[in-house]
């Protein structure tokens, strides 16, 4: 079945340090690709995604590259602030006979401090 | 602002009570989700609606019952939870029915539940 495999948390930066959260997966079709993120005490935000391979996703500084020969989607940010602690999500999303579900890594916890 | 309305923000139940989650979202969505997370933990799917109508449950036990009234409106009905149920739960939608692999989420905030 489909999985995705997170780097293991927490992470913790200073404020301007260069961030990758690294996520590779395994699908039996073509999945689209998410990263999700979660801020305390709230619901999951879509940041970015990615439907085809080499499709990059970008959203507030953040990125992401579909790589099939890797089957990654690793999750880069030039310069962290404080505001990005969070635990972020990869997911894949893959067709189903019921439509489409979402399978979620475990999460990586971010940590930035000033 | 979250598009996807959750209300309770917080509920704390007896064992022996029944409640309800409520969910609403005016996107015009036509899938709407429950999900269900623990602490430190990814959302687990519990419930999905495609156009008003169930079409996944993810064997869930049957204290936990899913209903949709309209296209907007979701709702959990609980009744005789343990309390290993407590955990923060998740509306969701997107736009697309049935799901479509393209189409993002969109979240609520979610229900706090403590089952005592």
């Known amino acids: 079945g489909d999985s995705v495999t997170q780097m293991e948390g927490p992470v913790t930066l200073s404020e301007e340090a260069f961030l990758t959260i690294n996520c590779t997966y395994t699908?039996?079709?073509?999945?689209?690709l998410f990263w999700y993120v979660q801020y305390p005490g709230e619901g999951l935000q879509l940041l970015l995604k990615?439907?085809?391979?080499?499709d990059k996703g970008s959203n507030k500084g953040f990125e992401a590259t579909y790589r099939k020969e890797t089957t990654s989607f690793h999750l880069e940010k030039g310069s962290v602030q404080v505001s990005d602690s969070a635990v972020y999500f990869c997911?894949?999303?893959?067709?189903?006979?019921?439509?489409?579900?979402?399978?979620f890594g475990e999460g990586t916890q971010l940590t930035v401090n000033p | 602002d979250t598009e996807v309305t959750q209300t309770p923000k917080h509920l704390v139940m007896g064992m022996t009570n029944k409640k309800s989650l409520k969910c609403e979202q005016h996107?015009?969505?036509?899938?709407m989700y429950w999900y269900k997370q623990k602490a430190k933990k990814p959302p687990e799917l519990m419930f999905v609606?495609?156009?008003?109508?169930?079409?996944i449950n993810e064997s869930v036990p049957s204290r936990f019952s899913p209903e949709c009234p309209n296209s907007s409106l979701l709702n959990l009905h609980l009744h005789a939870l343990q309390p290993e149920d407590s955990a923060l739960y998740l509306c969701?939608?997107?736009?697309?029915?049935?799901?479509?692999?393209?189409?993002?989420?969109?979240f609520g905030n979610g229900t706090r539940l403590t089952v005592t």
């Open positions: 969701a939608s997107s736009q697309e029915g049935p799901p479509s692999r393209n189409s993002p989420l969109h």
């Open positions: 699908a039996t079709g073509y999945p689209s």
């Open positions: 990615a439907t085809k391979a080499d």
């Open positions: 997911a894949l999303s893959d067709q189903g006979t019921s439509g489409s579900r979402l399978t």
């Open positions: 996107m015009g969505h036509r899938a």
């Open positions: 609606y495609s156009y008003e109508k169930l079409s």
